[in-house]
């Protein structure tokens, strides 16, 4: 049997070694002590059965996509048509076995997501659906669905001189005033108009970042990294896409700390939550960032091609100024327009 390589990183706050690739460029020292060990184990049957044992999450629409479960012996996270996951109670351990006929480049694409997601989750961590970026000595992080443009406004901030803090997952610490932010994932991966927004980097750096196809056939980009740890969080954006060519400009509004807290409760990382003690959780850890983080939400004009202002725009209307301290103006009502459109 061919040997298999682990690549050791730090991602989260956790030292992760994993069998499955990562693609990650935050490496740590050899001997660091490991928080999580990711294993590549056998293949298994693919099944559609939900896994035994007390249901903590599952997300079914038109398809099953993902269920996990607990039992005296710790946890199965299982992706359907993909993999299992199976993680020990204490969440250090965890072995991915593929499913028969599944794409092996999916697997990277899950366990960078979901599985260290739902790892982050049960050990009582504070993770939100975000994309986030260094402007300055502080951190300006977009929320939303998949598909609501996180990853396409990190990229432009990007290219206009921000650092990458993370992409689709983030971590904060609310036990920070105001809450703190880990690093994570060193790509954007990004839907069709990748190539687009590459140039721009070329355009206004002088370089390209390289391009890669991700598992689930999206555009990897890599660009500059934020190498600090603990960056205070200025802001969230819920970013709002606009793509009727009547919209020309970028709209911001401050949302109320209620307002915030209604809007952002829409986008969990994992939906699908079951279990009632990590929704209790996941209330507490929305109420500690609204009553600390402005909370914004952008009806943004939507390319390609972008505006060429959009991310000085969404700068100027959040109060980020170039040292990237915040703003801390009275909160404003979204019109309910606004409203409207989130909900939507």
Known sequence: MASVTSELGRVYGLVVRSEVPMHLDRTVPDGTPVDLEIALG?????????????LLLELRGS?????????????????????????????THATVHPMAGADAAVLSVLV????????????GETVLHASAVQVGNAALAFVGASGMGKST????????GARLVTDDVLRLDTTSSPPTCALGATELRLRKGADHLAERFANQLGSSPGLRTTGDARQALAPARSVTEDLPLAGLVVPVPDHSPERRTTEVTRLAPQEAMAVL???????????????????????????????????????????????SCVLSATGLVADGRAGVGPSRRASSHVRRTVAS
């Open 42 to 54: 056998p293949p298994v049957a693919d099944t559609e059965e939900t896994p035994t044992g007390r």
């Open 153 to 160: 406004m990190a990229t432009l901030l990007c290219a206009a």
């Open 63 to 91: 398809r099953q996509y993902y269920a996990a479960t607990a039992d005296d012996q710790g946890f199965l996270l299982r992706f359907y048509g993909s993999c299992d996951v199976v993680l020990d109670r204490s969440l």
């Open 112 to 123: 960078n997501g979901t599985l260290l997601a739902f790892v982050l989750t049960m050990r």
């Open 265 to 311: 409760s829409q986008f969990p990382r994992l939906p699908g939550w079951q279990d009632a003690a990590v929704l209790r959780a996941a209330f507490h850890h929305l109420a500690d960032i609204v009553d600390q983080v402005p909370v914004h939400v952008a009806l943004l004009p939507w390319g390609p091609p972008f505006p060429e202002d959009i991310a």
